[in-house]
């Protein structure tokens, strides 16, 4: 199958970018299964409810032409089936397929017992069993196309249905051989999301992923991940990972993907297939949901923004996509580029030197959300950003050079950094460059560093580099709170709250502010090893005065 695709796409020249291709911008979309513990009646009404969600998306997609990435379990379109083609689920199962969405499975742990009837299999469920549930699953997706489509449908089901997610098997080399046996190309994104816990946001590039690390690159793998976040609109724990997908979540990382993609496309670089997006299940959308807000407000925004945007080389910006599409591109880019890696995270760590994107990027806008879209003149994109008190602006130029005053929305200090370059290019927020390179104006960032390793009693002296002034006092307190110790000179560490540190001390000529601080561990603290990061602000009296960021120490 996977050679028939890729004959297909060139001999139809899909893939011919000029520069890069579009940035492929997903909506996944799928249905989980219903609790098997509900009577039937229930069952439909949930089904229902379910129904009634999918309409409203539709609502919102259909007019700005975007696909949905379809993915249903198999106990939802069996009831589809029992309903037939006149009804509402299989209407709107119509109306994805039009809308050049794509049909795929994606199941629990569920397996068909019997009608209706929809029981899990356990966690360590065996390989045949596995198999059992993804057949079922499948088994009914493909009566669900049949009865919405008809018979035959308009294309092969293999090709209409050829994207699979999964909680089953567990076992990465057992999910790999059910792809295989499937003969499925395209896994659902998912377990890559897990990307965010290192460098604050997703991978932008899908591949084949590895059996032995799901993370890291198999060029032999049976099948390619377009990877994606998970769902939108909400700030939540996933796969024991928080990550945050509320819309001004959302706006600031696609504005690091397009950094990303735009330095690619500007420099010539060669040629990658670029990917995003985000999850979404039925039930996320019912009437009052913070997904139905963040969805609104995340697809007028790119329709405002990007969705539309030619960049001055001439490339498209971004399209909206399937899992199936974006595959499909891939599968196109690999056969012109073979051998050629598209992604790989192999260390499972933080590691700059591999690090496969821009660093300045990451490193700068990787605490911020979005706030605002700035006007600041003909030809400037500018947006304003805040992590807590602190604010900062991404701005570039798209022809020529200008220098803005940015005084408006950012204090007397700034810190101005080339978001391709990662040089330092001032401090004046009245006199900042607008040109090619994007730039990210952010309020001073102070660096703090030790001259050792604390131990039981120990005196510290920390080193601010650029503070203007002597503070009255200085505060430093995780992002969640801020709460200031009614002591000077006193730095307290408890793992897993927050560091508070407040002192006094002096400033030399060069600007450069000593603080000796007692460190009080305690005895039961000895032995931990720990970065406790967060961000430090300076106040005089009740008015903030300066912000920072950046305090990392190591307790031992």
Known sequence: MLSTIHGLLLTAGLWAPQGQSPIHLIFDLHVDPIPNSLSFSDKQATYHQR?????????????????????????????LVSEGSAGRGADALRRIYAGGSQIGAHSHQEHRAGPFDWPNYPSGASFAECQDSWQDNFDWVDQAILTALGSPPPEPLSLIHNVKGAHLPKDEADYHAMMSLFGITVREGGPEEDYFQWYKHHIWNPFRPSAANYMAEDLSAPFVVPTQGSVIGLKQIHHGIEQDMTAPAVKRQFLQLYLNWRHADRMG?????????????????????????????????????????????????MQWATQRSTAEDYFAWESAHPGTSSFSFDSLAVDWDTYPYLRPVAEELGDFLWQADLSLGSGI??????????????????????????????????????????????????????????????????????????????????TLQGAPETPAALYMASAATWLPLPHLGLLQIDPGASLQLMGEGSTSASGVWNLPVTVPIQPSLIGFTGWFQGALYFFEGQSLKLSANALSLTVM
């Open 381 to 462: 994109e500018a947006f304003l950003l805040s992590k807590g008190p602190l604010n900062g602006i991404l701005l570039w130029q798209d022809g020529g050079s200008s220098s803005v005053d940015l005084s408006s929305w950012l204090g007397p200090k700034v810190k101005i950094i080339g978001l391709e370059s990662g040089l330092w290019l001032g401090d004046d927020p009245t006199a900042v460059p607008a040109g090619g390179e994007p730039v990210f104006v952010s309020e001073e960032v102070i660096t703090l560093s030790s001259s050792g390793t604390p131990s039981l009693g120990a005196t510290v002296t920390f």
């Open 269 to 317: 670089l060669p040629e990658k297939i670029w990917s995003w997006g985000w999850g979404s299940h039925a039930t996320d959308f019912d009437p009052g949901d913070p997904s139905r807000a963040a969805l609104v407000d995340v697809l007028a925004w790119l329709e405002n923004h990007f969705a539309h945007r030619i960049d001055p080389t001439g490339s498209k910006v």
């Open 51 to 79: 129904v009634d969600n999918i309409e409203w998306v539709l609502a919102q997609t259909e007019p700005l032409g975007i696909p949905l990435s379809f993915l249903s379990v198999g106990q939802f379109m069996e009831i």
